[in-house]
């Protein structure tokens, strides 16, 4: 993708690919996170940026409210990518028949 200047960036960022302003540092994301018992192996970690990372937690906290009804007018704002991600970590957990607390 690019910007009419031509400056987008390929990166590892797994929620959003190419990255205007560039992506300097990238950080691991628990799919099911590490504080809803998620295990810390490969198949439950990705790499984002800080804003992907910021954006997916917040969406969990957002799925965790509402004990996992689909999210709609909350996630204007948010990607596909991470929302199929928090959705993901959100199923995933709720599989293991642990009832949010909040
Ligand atoms: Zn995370
Ligand atoms: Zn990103």
């Given at each position: 993708m690019?910007?009419?200047?031509?400056?987008?960036?390929?990166?590892?960022?797994?929620?959003?690919g190419?990255?205007?302003?560039?992506?300097?540092?990238?950080?691991?994301?628990?799919?099911?996170?590490?504080?809803?018992?998620?295990p810390?192996?490969?198949?439950?970690?990705?790499?984002?940026?800080?804003?992907g990372?910021?954006?997916?937690h917040?969406l969990?906290?957002?799925?965790?409210?509402r004990?996992?009804?689909?999210?709609?007018?909350?996630?204007?704002?948010f990607?596909?990518?991470?929302?199929?991600?928090a959705?993901?970590?959100?199923?995933?957990?709720?599989?293991?028949?642990?009832?949010?607390?909040?």
């Amino acid at each position: 993708m690019k910007t009419p200047l031509g400056k987008w960036w390929s990166s590892n960022c797994t929620v959003h690919g190419s990255h205007w302003p560039r992506v300097h540092g990238t950080m691991i994301h628990h799919i099911r996170p590490l504080s809803w018992s998620g295990p810390d192996i490969a198949s439950n970690k990705v790499e984002v940026c800080p804003t992907g990372h910021t954006n997916i937690h917040i969406l969990l906290d957002l799925l965790s409210d509402r004990r996992g009804v689909p999210l709609t007018d909350e996630t204007k704002g948010f990607s596909r990518g991470e929302i199929a991600l928090a959705q993901r970590g959100y199923d995933e957990w709720a599989a293991t028949g642990f009832v949010p607390r909040k």
